[in-house]
């Protein structure tokens, strides 16, 4: 079965680094896009960064663009996430999911990991 | 950015009820409208895609439509299993997903 299983979470003084992983099973992780969505404590949800299935383009929200940065080892089934410069604001649930495109109908999230939490804070 | 509102931010129902949500986006998103749903500690469940497409293994007392600017979530007849927070999400604006603020479905 489909399973997607984030790493790497943790508390992180503001200014410093972390990496996060996915590592997934269950489908063909080359055939898919990826993307990284966070939601802060209470909050709801953000779209942070995917990445396409060959790993040639990225993308970031205007949040993170310059601070984090994602990539993929196909050959390990995995995606991560680099995450540098964090701010306070960057604490939250982060949730890898598998983006599905419906030909003309647009793409979903429609497999997500069970999420790992990141806390910034001094 | 196309902004994703929802309404009402929460709302309380009984089982058995006919609950409706509504998901406006800033412009025309064409049926590029995706809802989830997400209970306390877990990750979201996709339930409907391209406004109104069931996704497989999802009940049939979920339904979806709309299509522009406008549309909706309706659950036929709550059940308990139902109450959870509900999230609209647009893919017109690929890569550049946004989504709606969340409704809060609680228990009267």
């Known amino acids: 079965q489909v399973q997607l299983v984030e790493s790497g979470g943790g508390l992180v003084k503001p200014g410093g680094s972390l990496r996060l992983s996915c590592a997934v099973s269950?489908?063909?992780?080359?055939?898919?896009?990826m993307s990284w969505i966070r939601q802060a404590p209470g909050k709801g949800l953000e779209w942070v960064s995917n990445?396409?299935?060959?790993?040639?383009?990225?993308n970031y929200a205007d949040s993170v663009k310059g601070r984090f940065t994602i990539s993929r080892d196909n050959a390990k089934n995995s995606l991560y996430l680099q995450m540098n410069s964090l701010r306070a604001e960057d604490t939250a649930v982060y949730y890898c999911?598998?983006?599905?495109?419906?030909?003309?109908?647009?793409?979903?999230?429609?497999?997500w990991g069970q999420g790992t939490l990141v806390t910034v804070s001094s | 950015d196309i902004q994703m509102t929802q309404s009402p931010s929460s709302l309380s129902a009984s089982v058995g009820d006919r609950v409706t949500i509504t998901c406006r986006a800033s412009?025309?998103?064409?049926?590029?409208l995706n809802w989830y749903q997400q209970k306390p500690g877990k990750a979201p469940k996709l339930l409907i895609y391209?406004?109104?497409s069931l996704q497989s293994g999802v009940p049939s007392r979920f339904s979806g439509s709309g299509s522009g600017t406008d549309f909706t979530l309706t659950i036929s007849s709550l059940q308990p299993e139902d109450f959870a927070t509900y999230y609209c999400?647009?893919?017109?604006?690929?890569?550049?997903?946004?989504f709606g603020q969340g409704t809060r479905l609680e228990i009267k």
């Open positions: 999911a598998r983006e599905h495109f419906y030909y003309g109908s647009g793409s979903t999230f429609d497999w």
């Open positions: 990445i396409t299935s060959s790993g040639t383009f990225v």
């Open positions: 269950g489908f063909t992780f080359s055939d898919y896009y």
């Open positions: 391209a406004a109104s």
């Open positions: 412009q025309s998103i064409s049926r590029y």
């Open positions: 999400q647009q893919s017109y604006s690929t890569p550049l997903y946004t």
